[in-house]
């Protein structure tokens, strides 16, 4: 039986996170990895995603450029097949990187397969037995696919298989509208694809707050055909072999290929966690501390997607940090504050989710406040921007910034300074005496927050210089 100090299980965000921090201090190691190698972010995620929606918009947006005085675009067309390949292209690009900078020249240190556990702190890969001091589990996750759906085949894709496509279907149906479904059935809209859209909720894009689901419902049934609130039977067309039929409520609609977009499962079974002594649920996930990622008082810890908390890159990466120090410093655990909640869906426009969740704020110590963006903000007017909603939340008796959802062009970079904002707990006003330019986008951060300032100050505490910061 082999023996190490540290065994990693995975090659991840959250494995390669450890992996780099333990190498620097021993070669006691070993990292265990089943499947492809590089991040779910870099092969089938953030980063192939983002180049087929850099493309799709483009294409939109000449559609759009006589109203700006440009003439000629008209006569433009799109190659999908060029699209599906540059889009490959940069996915090999960084997970070459990646695969490159972290994994070669590790010797047998490196064992590809797929680990399980047959006894306390031991696993097997291969055949192999290793025991481990210490052991970090971070083996990712895996797309939800309903059994029944299987029946139609290849023509069944998730987020893994779409951008091994060498061109798009003709009519294809995207089940589940949160971020992932809601980015790449518009992007595949825009390169010329006929989208359905279907969603057990009456939303899209995880947004919780009626004013922003309502504009984000309008702004993209604009561009896919949506069904909302709605369950999803997937089975292949009796009238026709080649096609796929769907039953959404009371409707039938035939389309040529489903993506599956329903989340992402962790990859618990086949670690086998009971056989080396873990307690898990119902659900196969063991006890675990957010804050340490540490699993029950073992030294062993698990990160990133496999956890289920936030499967979200950022996240990922500090879990990876946190479970390597506890790894390296057990039997004295850490634990750490994580970080303000953030996500985006690179719409169009954007989507913006920071902080606390609309809907899980309590109304009786919670105010709201709302601000459009429809002639109500000048350099979104000239841009041709002016479609979307900003809603912000605040607690009434602290007046601290407590969350916001955004749905408007450009939210990436205001949700990130709303996510510094309300980590570093800073009230409504505090923020409204941070300098607002003109004209920018952030002027609309600017008067939400002021209408959300009248929620939560008396109007003597909103006088003429309360947006100022008095010296004398």
């Not at 003439?71 to 390949?85: F, I, P």
């Not at 035939?254 to 649920?281: E, K, T, Y």
């Not at 105010?367 to 909603?389: Q, S």
């Not at 809603?391 to 300074?417: C, I, P, R, W, Y």
Request: hydrophobic share 40%.
């Amino acid at each position: 039986m082999r023996k190490v100090k540290y065994a990693i299980v995975g090659a991840g965000t959250s494995g390669l996170t450890a992996l780099g921090e333990i190498r620097k201090h021993t070669d006691d190691f070993v990292i265990i990895n089943g499947g492809h190698y590089g991040t779910t972010c870099a092969r089938v995620g953030c980063m192939p995603s983002k180049a087929m929606i850099h493309s799709a918009n483009h294409y939109h947006e000449a559609k759009h450029f006589a109203d700006i005085g440009i003439n000629g675009a008209q006569s433009l067309s799109v190659d999908v097949s060029s699209v599906m390949t540059r889009v490959r292209g940069f996915r090999d690009r960084f997970t070459g990187g990646i695969i490159g900078s972290t994994t070669e020249n590790l010797g047998d240190k490196r064992i590809d397969g797929y680990a399980k556990f047959v006894g306390e702190m031991i696993l097997e890969v291969n055949g192999e037995q290793i025991q481990a001091e210490r052991i970090i589990l971070a083996t990712g996750s895996s797309p939800v696919i309903p059994a029944p759906w299987k029946s139609i085949g290849e023509k069944l894709l998730t987020s893994d298989e779409i951008f091994e496509l060498e061109t798009l279907p003709k009519r294809i149906a995207v089940i589940g509208l949160g971020v992932i479904g809601l980015e790449l059935g518009q992007s595949m809209a825009r390169l010329g694809c006929e989208v359905t859209g279907i969603e057990m909720l009456e939303t899209v894009g995880a947004l919780s707050s009626p004013e922003a689901i309502e504009k984000a419902k309008a702004l993209f049934g604009a561009e896919m055909d949506l069904h909302l609130g709605v369950a999803a039977q997937v089975m292949p067309n009796p009238e026709n072999e080649n096609e796929v039929l769907i039953k959404a409520g009371d409707k039938e609609i035939v389309v040529d290929a489903v993506l599956a977009s329903l989340g992402r499962r962790p990859n618990l079974a086949s670690l086998d966690l009971p056989a080396g002594g873990i307690s898990v649920d119902e659900r196969g996930m063991p006890t675990f501390d957010v804050h340490s990622a540490q699993i029950s008082d073992k030294p062993i810890f698990i990160a990133g997607d496999l956890n289920g908390y936030r499967q979200i890159l950022h996240e990922a990466g500090d879990e990876g940090r946190m479970a390597v120090y506890n790894a390296m410093n057990f039997p004295e655990i850490s634990r750490f504050e994580r970080k303000t909640a953030l996500g985006v869906a690179f719409t169009d426009p954007q989507i913006g989710l920071v902080g606390a969740r609309m809907s899980e704020c309590d109304e009786a110590t919670t105010a709201k406040a709302v601000f459009h963006l429809e002639r109500n903000n000048g350099r979104a007017i000239v841009n041709g921007t002016d479609r979307g909603t900003l809603v912000l939340a605040a607690n009434k008796e602290t007046k601290q910034l407590l969350g916001a959802e955004l749905f408007m062009a450009d939210a990436e970079h205001l949700a990130h300074m709303l996510a510094w904002v309300i980590q570093q707990k800073m009230t409504v006003m505090e923020i409204l005496r941070l300098p607002f330019y003109h004209p920018v986008m952030e002027e609309a951060l600017q008067s939400a927050l002021r209408n959300l300032a009248k929620e939560v100050y008396s109007d003597e505490e909103m006088g003429i210089t309360a947006e100022l910061t008095r010296l004398t």
